[in-house]
């Protein structure tokens, strides 16, 4: 079994920033992707930023330039730094993991159980 734990979420003021972090465990041998999702009120869940296990990264056109998303591949963990906040950033957060539990496993996505943030104006 694998399981992913975010922490970080909470409320902050718009232009305020927050550090998320989630951290896989379990049966794990290697982890391809990892990236965060997230879901307003009334939205679809929609891509925030993804990262590779070779760190090349990509992002939500919303938040280029405001976000960076990083890994420690030795922690099996990914975080999402998110500076400049704004009201339309509320959401809930889920991170997610592409895990090979064996060698030569096809990889299996993993979610998060999501972590509230909420930027008031």
């Known amino acids: 079994q694998v399981q992913l734990v975010e922490s970080g979420g909470g409320l902050v003021q718009a232009g305020g920033s927050l550090r998320l972090s989630c951290a896989a465990s379990g049966s794990i041998f290697t982890i391809d992707g990892m990236g965060w999702f997230r879901q307003a009120p009334g939205k679809q869940r929609e891509l925030v930023a993804v990262i590779t296990s070779g760190h090349n990264t990509n992002y939500a056109d919303s938040v280029k330039g405001r976000f960076t998303i990083s890994r420690d591949n030795a922690k099996n963990t990914v975080y999402l730094q998110m500076n400049s906040l704004k009201p339309e950033d509320t959401a809930i957060y889920y991170c997610?993991?592409?895990?090979?539990?064996?060698?030569?496993?096809?990889?299996?996505?993993?979610w998060g159980q999501g972590t509230q943030v909420t930027v008031s104006s």
């Open positions: 997610n993991a592409d895990v090979r539990r064996r060698y030569g496993d096809r990889p299996y996505v993993y």
